[in-house]
């Protein structure tokens, strides 16, 4: 999620004498999928990944949240807010939270004899929050929240936006509450607003890392960490590559070049393209004036052997690599990653004749310059094949191929998993089909 809302920022300095500490807090992510359809017919899903933080005190309020990348504020529906969007989903009680503050946007205490308040509205791609300011104690854990945030780890007290009215499309369509933005601090309207931000500066100790695993199978928990990384979910060295104009917000990387097999992608040859890492997209975005060059690139034939073969999956056929050089290192995806599941009939030119290609997914992206227009975002496609490594103290972003773990599956299954062996695009890759002889 790319929201529309951003300000000044500061920066986080660990003191020299500091000890920082070695606790690491993660919390399962369970994955939803939402199903598009057209005609009445599921033509694609969505996809969101969501875990619980809880809120205000003495008895905490929990709440499932959307990690976000993309985003800089903590968004909670009010109890106030009547909405479809709203009411679908767990409302935060202000009354019922004797740690909340009403705040103007500032942080300046609300007066007892206010008629009017300060307000926001932030944009969410498709959808849109209205709402206003609350001071509260946010944490990762019940048991934590019950003690108060300046009694505990794991806890912070922040502005948080409560949402007065939510869009129908796309809250009302998840199963989460809110949305929690890991944005850089300049993405948040203050640097009081950023959670992992006033994490740091509350609970001096904590290493200034997050890091995201998401799963690949059903019945695995994805997960975020904050405070460092798990080297569990890590299956090769640490890269690491500088964020890219900061002043953004945006955890961004710059791109030298493109390649998919040994042809490069000419609209990023002057090395003048980037890309947004965001947990809040489901799919590989593309500039759109480098979508219809990288179709082509990334398209290839069925072999005329497997045609005729039912539930052929192009996820599983071979194909080029696409690779992405960056400042300091070096990123792929693969066919599994990049291809939508069933192959097009296409016909051949100046021929009589069609044949099966596979052909790739993408977003197409449209942003103005500062921050587009030729920006890439690399949302779940690449957040799964990577485990990923926020470094907010010295501005640079991880990556170490994920460990996709073996063996049988003990989390419950996601919300609205596709039948297995479901074809449509965003549907997960089966397990493939062993041959007993």
Not at 66 to 92: E, N, Q
Not at 184 to 209: D, K
Not at 229 to 246: C, K, L, Y
Request: glycine share 8%; net charge neutral.
């Amino acid at each position: 999620m790319c929201p529309q809302s951003r300000a000044g920022g500061s920066k986080w300095v660990p003191s020299l004498l500091q000890k920082v500490s070695q606790t690491i807090h993660s919390i399962p992510l369970k994955k939803q999928y939402v199903p598009v359809q057209k005609d009445g017919k599921v033509v694609a899903y969505k996809t969101a990944y969501f875990g619980q933080v809880h809120v205000g005190g003495p008895e905490p309020q929990s709440f499932t949240v959307v990690f976000d990348t993309g985003s800089g504020h903590l968004i909670l529906p009010s109890s106030s807010c009547l909405s479809t969007a709203c009411a679908k989903h767990r409302r935060y009680n202000r009354t019922a939270s004797q740690t909340a503050v009403d705040i103007e946007y500032d942080g300046t205490k609300l007066r007892a004899d206010a008629t009017e308040r300060d307000q926001v509205a932030i944009a969410f791609g498709t959808g849109e929050v209205q709402g206003e300011f609350v001071s509260e104690d946010v944490c990762f854990t019940n048991a934590a929240a019950a003690k108060g945030a300046a009694k505990t780890d794991g806890c912070v007290n922040l502005r948080v936006v409560v949402a007065s009215k939510m869009t129908e499309d796309p809250f009302s369509h998840f199963d989460f509450d809110g949305v929690l933005g890991l944005g850089l601090e300049s993405l948040a309207l203050s640097p009081e607003f950023s959670f992992f931000g006033q994490m740091l500066a509350q609970n001096p100790g904590m290493e200034p890392r997050f890091s995201v695993f998401l799963a690949q199978n059903e019945g695995v928990d994805s997960m975020i960490s904050f405070g460092g990384h798990e080297e569990r979910f890590a299956n090769s060295d640490i890269q690491w590559a500088p964020v890219a104009m900061t002043e953004l917000g945006y955890w961004q990387v710059e791109i030298k070049s493109i390649k998919v097999g040994n042809q490069v992608l000419e609209e990023c040859e002057d090395g003048s393209c980037r890309a947004i890492l965001d947990t809040g997209t489901s799919l590989l975005g593309v500039p759109r004036q480098a979508v219809r060059a990288m179709h082509r690139m990334l398209a290839r034939p069925v072999a005329e052997d497997t045609s005729s073969q039912a539930g052929i999956d192009c996820r599983r056929l071979p194909g080029a690599k696409l690779e992405f050089q960056l400042a300091e290192a070096a990123v792929s995806l693969l066919p599994e990653d990049y291809s939508r599941p069933s192959p097009f009939n296409m016909t051949i030119p100046n021929q009589d004749k069609w044949r099966l290609f596979c052909r790739s997914l993408l977003l197409p992206v449209d942003m103005a310059a500062p921050l587009g227009p030729k920006v890439f975002i690399w949302g779940e496609p690449m957040l799964r094949r990577y485990y990923t490594v926020y470094d907010l103290a010295n501005k640079r972003i991880g990556f170490a191929l994920a460990r996709q773990p073996s063996g049988k599956a003990s989390s419950p299954p996601s919300v609205g998993a596709p039948p297995a062996g479901s074809l449509v695009s965003g549907a997960p890759l089966s397990p493939p089909v062993e041959v007993v002889g």
